[in-house]
């Protein structure tokens, strides 16, 4: 065998073990409750909203947080289907893809919403809020409107925080931006009942301000993820599940792997697919040449680091020497160590 020459490895998907497999049920159960309880929420604000333009916002906002669980559902239909003659690498990515298109929309629909309540303040566009009767009881129907809005934001920030658990355990960052979605709904009605108070003390541009505010933040929302899943798309480097920092994952299998008897030295290079990572490993074995059976033996020593570990191809490394190695090692950032 040369050192250019790989160990050929035949892709056997990895399956998940019953706990990921119950958190992934469980995630699918609360992103079915999302929809329904959203998709309620949607019904009441459209018959309350009235002329109130951050009322009108907030129902498109609370339309647009349907998104992300549809889109895990889907993947996870999609993903479940697993190798076949056509996926020969497996759908592990379909989390990735649902999670772009859904962020494509997102920013597409808050821009359009920024624009039209900019549009609102331009032509100073006065909203109309009437009465409504109950019985023989006659109310300002502005009352109606802030109750729905702070009815609105119990369901999302429960579901978040439930998400968010599940999120962390599956290391499913569709499932974590889902859950930061839901937490910052409480936003976009604190902000709605800004408005609709305006209104009632005379403020006009109030209503309008506060509906430009919730626009921007589903653009905020939107383009954050849209630059996370592309991240994600080109294969960068691995981050945790809230992207607040690198995935310590790889260091943890170099770790591993250098402590495998027949392992001089190696690096790692690891990306993310879905929930899982996958990548190459490059060893400078002890022996003059890397078998089969050592290849096999450090793979699965690399793949027991954790349950996230899916494919792992292993090298013969073709640097000249372990100074050079050990020189690339120091500068190069972890996930390519």
């Not at 439930?162 to 599956?170: D, E, G, T, Y």
């Not at 792997?257 to 990572?277: A, I, K, T």
Request: some cysteine; charged content about 20%; hydrophobic content about 50%.
């Amino acid at each position: 065998m040369t050192d250019a020459q790989a160990i050929p490895v035949q892709r056997v998907p990895r399956p998940l073990a019953a706990p990921q497999l119950q958190d992934l049920h469980r995630a699918a159960r609360l992103c079915w409750w999302s929809i329904g309880l959203l998709g309620a929420i949607t019904v009441m604000m459209a018959l309350t909203m009235g002329g109130s333009q951050a009322m009108l916002t907030a129902l498109v906002e609370d339309v647009l947080s349907m998104l992300p669980p549809i889109a895990f559902l889907i993947a996870l239909r999609f993903r479940a289907r697993g190798v076949d003659g056509t996926y020969i690498n497996g759908r592990e990515r379909a989390f990735d893809i649902t999670f772009l298109a859904s962020s494509v929309a997102l920013t597409a629909v808050g821009l359009l919403l920024v624009f039209d309540g900019l549009h609102v303040l331009a032509t100073r566009t006065h909203p109309v809020v009437g009465s409504v009767a109950f019985g023989d009881t006659v109310v300002w129907q502005g009352w109606v409107m802030i109750a729905a809005l702070a009815l609105s934001c119990v369901p999302p920030v429960i579901l978040g925080r439930m998400k968010l658990r599940l999120a962390r355990a599956l290391d499913s960052k569709p499932l974590q931006a889902d859950a930061d979605m839901n937490k910052a709904d409480w936003m976009t009605a604190v902000a709605g009942i800004v408005g609709v108070l305006g209104i009632g003390f005379g403020l006009w541009w109030a209503d309008a301000a506060a509906a430009v505010f919730i626009a921007f933040e589903v653009v905020r929302d939107g383009v954050r993820n849209l630059r996370n899943a592309v991240r994600d798309m080109h294969d960068a480097r691995p981050q945790r599940v809230d992207r607040s920092d690198h995935d310590t994952l790889p260091d943890q299998v170099t770790d591993a792997v250098r402590r495998h008897p027949d392992v001089s030295s190696c690096r790692v290079r690891f990306h993310e697919e879905g929930m899982r990572l996958s990548g190459v490993i490059y060893v400078i074995p002890r022996a003059a040449t890397l078998t089969a059976n050592a290849a096999d033996a450090i793979r699965e020593t690399a793949r027991a680091v954790h349950w996230r570990i899916d494919e792992v191809h292993v090298v013969p490394d073709t640097m000249p020497g372990h100074a050079k190695i050990a020189h690339d090692e120091a500068a190069a950032p972890a996930s390519v160590r």
